[in-house]
């Protein structure tokens, strides 16, 4: 099959969360089963081309938007080969160079505040995006976009002018919803920069309560949707979790699969991670204790064996910092210590340090984005914690039960997809991954850490853990040809389309 993803961060070249990462790992999965996967993001600031190799093409293209025209030039990449020298073709990554737009420090926003010409931005990039297939000759069986960010390149095939060009008609569109929060809202004066026609501004289409809704105009028009989690896609489809688009996603039920993220196996391997001090991995775990010494120690936390958790995440209530924030004197009552990386909203990044002041050697805090330290928090951390409102997959939990660190998790979204809690049955079974809370509240979590800090006063019961985590298959292999299923339910949902719209 011939893929194309259409995507606004694809790790290494550019992150700010989970999107870059299975950006960056689920093509090279796919590569593995046969597929050819092209991927296109923007040319951002932040993108090291010379490291990377990423060379200018002769490919350029003139984008209007509203009454501008934007120039636009093509780089041409790669994904890095898997270090393991795994098989699969290589992905070819396209660059959408326009400086005016993609040439600053951040890739959506400055200092807490969205860049104001995001539609403009990202209407650019989509419909360059599309416009170099034509050029290129490049005729792919299914387009993936995902998020708002690239859900208008959708709407373009499925309203727009593009769509009415035979070389796009058999094209097939998928769209991932990452994170449903996130919908590319925008004043309806800014309309015209979408590029689609007026008639597209409607209930059936952006139209959301007099607002232009990029993601909405994916979820009505593409042929299959999917996103990362089936309990996430149960609870999208309900008011408390929809954010409004719980109608149009319960009108596409049928066409929405949840679908589990996986990790690339190359970047997080406890094995082989180049970002740690000592390697470990499944049965060998004196390594995890020199990680664990040289974390308390970057982190100027006191040599402590204790239960250590680590804490990365970006700084917003979705991960449950408020949650945190009141229930953390309770924890640090407790013979523990807690690391933390993120960043995010100012106000936390104050509670934060204000708190890291109040439990000094106890509470260690990184207001900082250092994917290194991230790998060293895995491995060095006991435990993991997320105490989140909602989570669409969370791709630490996954990346701690690799590294022996043991997830304390809210029971919602991929959390409770991917977390087995102690019970007396799941131990029996030797089943359990983890600690799991019910509600949203302080004294769940602290319930949940207490029963983590006795359990780590019980060897055998710990390493049962740690040992049922590490052989979980978190790779993305099986979710691969899960979605394998999607593209070809989308290809065969186009060719009926096309069959009715043709007779
Ligand atoms: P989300 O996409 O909602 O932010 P995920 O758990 O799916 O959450 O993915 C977050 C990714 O971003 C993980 O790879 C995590 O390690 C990484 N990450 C988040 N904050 C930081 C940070 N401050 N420094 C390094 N990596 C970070």
Not at 175 to 190: R, S
Not at 323 to 352: D, K, M, N, S
Not at 431 to 453: I, N
């Amino acid at each position: 099959m011939k893929l194309y993803w259409i995507v606004s961060e694809v790790a290494p070249f550019a992150k700010t969360g989970g999107l870059a990462d299975v950006a960056g790992a689920l093509p090279k999965a796919l590569a593995a089963l046969g597929h050819e996967v092209r991927v296109a993001m923007p040319l951002y600031q932040s993108v090291v081309r010379a490291r990377f190799d990423i060379r200018p093409t002769d490919l350029r293209l003139a984008i209007s938007v509203g009454a501008r025209v934007r120039d636009v030039r093509i780089w041409e990449g790669a994904l890095p080969a898997p270090t393991n020298g795994g098989a699969g073709r290589q992905v070819v990554v396209y660059f959408v160079e326009c400086a005016p737009l993609f040439d600053r420090g951040e890739l959506y926003h400055a200092t807490g505040r969205d860049y104001p010409d995001n539609l403009e931005r990202f209407s650019v990039f989509a419909q360059a995006a599309l416009g170099l297939l034509p050029a290129l000759s490049w005729q792919p069986e299914v387009l993936h976009c995902h998020d708002w960010q690239s859900a208008l390149a959708c709407a373009h095939l499925a309203m727009g002018a593009v769509g009415s060009q035979p070389f796009f008609a058999p094209l097939a569109t998928v769209l991932t919803i990452h994170n449903l929060a996130y919908q590319g809202l925008f004043p309806q004066a800014q309309w015209p920069l979408t590029g689609l026609p007026e008639a597209a501004f409607t209930m059936n289409g952006l139209e959301f309560y007099g607002q232009v809704n990029c993601l909405k105009g994916g979820l009505v028009s593409a042929d299959g949707l999917t996103t990362v989690s089936p309990t996430y896609s149960r609870e999208i489809q309900t008011s408390a979790f929809g954010c409004g688009l719980e109608g149009v996603l319960r009108a596409r039920a049928e066409d929405l699969t949840g679908i589990v993220n996986g990790i690339d196996p190359s970047e997080w391997n406890p094995r082989t991670d180049p970002h740690l001090a000592a390697r470990f991995g499944p049965g060998q775990l004196a390594g995890k204790a020199v990680c664990k010494l040289e974390l308390q120690q970057r982190s100027g936390l006191a040599e402590h064996n204790g239960l250590l958790i680590g804490m990365i995440q970006r700084l917003t209530e979705q991960k449950g910092l408020d949650l945190f924030l009141e229930g953390a004197p309770r924890l640090l009552a407790l013979p523990l210590q807690i690391v933390i990386l993120g960043t995010g909203e100012p106000r936390y990044h104050e509670q934060l340090q204000q708190l890291a002041e109040q439990f000094p050697g106890r509470l260690a805090v990184h207001l900082t984005f250092d994917e290194a330290l991230a790998h060293q928090i895995e491995a060095g951390a006991d435990a993991f914690l997320m105490p989140s409102r909602f989570e669409p997959c969370g791709l630490n939990q996954l990346y701690s039960l690799r590294y022996g660190t043991v997830p304390i998790v809210r029971r919602i979204g991929g959390l409770s997809d991917t977390v087995v809690d102690v019970t007396p049955a799941s131990s029996a079974a030797r089943t359990a991954t983890g600690f799991v809370f019910e509600d949203y509240a302080a004294g769940a979590m602290a319930g949940a850490v207490k029963r983590a800090v006795a359990a780590f006063r019980d060897h055998t019961l710990w390493s049962s853990l740690m040992a049922a985590g590490m052989q979980q298959d978190v790779s993305w292999s099986r979710s691969a040809r899960e979605y394998v299923t999607v593209y070809e339910r989308a290809i065969a949902k186009r060719q009926m389309n096309k069959a009715t719209t043709t007779k």
